[in-house]
């Protein structure tokens, strides 16, 4: 175990666990935006910043990302980090002042009005649609193009993905409703990433339900868990490495 103290409170986290965990655990709140239990840290909003001093240094780091470490202390909640963290909120809520997470955040760290002048842009660049593409669903059909302001989430050149399954988890995670999901006269639509996938229709009803191409990637990955059911942990693995060989494009 890794012993750290927080606001003045000694504990003990797993290796591994972020300071974000450990301060939760000891019932501390910090506010996330681009945070998702289910999802790899990607550190992208900074709202959850806290002061960690570490070697003789104290810096300003995101908690979501920041690993415990042996000897380490932190502080959520400072001057400097309200500082922090309001001017945070006032650049996001500027960036998107319509969506309700956004202004649902910033209300938490005391914000309610920014001076920055307002864009009216849809996507934080929070990453949680392309991580649960990508690390969630194991698809990777978006991901981050461009630098500067021209940055964005988009599929490779910008046209209907081939990849994508139309599985909705990036509409699910997306905190400022950026991503839709529309299913219309028997087709999925995701406008935002230019993609229209057909949906298969239940026999008995006819509702159109799940997309064909989703629903063909769930009865492959079903077939296979079925195969691989009655061998040993050992067979398991050179079958799944001998498939994965054979699957391979050169
Ligand atoms: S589209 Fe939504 S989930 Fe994806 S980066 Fe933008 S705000 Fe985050
Ligand atoms: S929640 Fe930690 S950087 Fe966004």
Redo the contacts with the bound molecule.
Sequence with gaps: MVSLKIDGRETQAEPGTTVLEAARSLGISIPTLCHHEGLPPYGACRICVVEVSAGGRIRIESSCTRPVEEGIEVWTDTEKIRGYRTLIAELLLARCPDSERVQEVARDVGVTETRFEKKEEE????????RACQDAMGTSAISFVNRGYARK?DTPFSINSETCAGCGA?AK????G??QIEDVNGKRIIR?FHTELELEQCPECGARFVSKKFQEKTDADQKASEELRHLCPDCRRKRASRSLREHMVY
């Design positions: 996507c934080i660049l929070c990453g949680l649609c392309v989430v990036c995670v997306c905190p400022t950026a991503i935002y």
